[in-house]
């Protein structure tokens, strides 16, 4: 029972990590010093998709439910959780590389943004 509970929650987390990933950059406008943590966050998200790397939490989560007796999952996060809801098939290397796009995209968007209001604000940024 423990296994499965530190897998769901690798799964909450990691799920929270694409969150911030996504949408992190609207909380400098709140936090400025967050910048500093969601821009290699960013960076990160970006390489993985761009990459078709493995989060290291993929095989994390996997090893707490094989502990836990459950089965383990090919493929990862992405392509486990958030594909089926956004795709009826399997991710594919250009779903990757559009995904990587929109998460750059709506960043320099939020950037933008957030750059704008501060400096409206008379904050430097």
Not at 12 to 17: D, K, P, S, T, Y
Not at 89 to 113: G, K, M, P, S
């Amino acid at each position: 029972m423990p296994y499965r509970v530190l897998a769901d929650l690798v799964v909450v987390v990691h799920l929270l990590f694409v969150i911030y990933a996504i949408f992190g950059g609207l909380l400098v406008l709140k936090w400025k010093f967050t910048v500093f943590l969601h821009i290699p966050a960013l960076l990160w998200g970006t390489v993985v998709e761009a990459t078709g790397w493995i989060c290291p939490l993929t095989p994390l989560e996997n090893r707490f439910r094989m502990e836990a007796g459950q089965t383990a999952y090919s493929g990862g996060f992405v392509d486990n959780y958030v594909v089926p809801v956004l795709y009826p098939e399997n991710l594919t290397r250009a779903d990757q590389l559009v995904l990587a796009l929109f998460l750059v995209t709506v960043n320099i968007v939020i950037y933008v943004f957030v750059i704008r209001r501060l400096t409206r604000r008379g904050q430097p940024v």
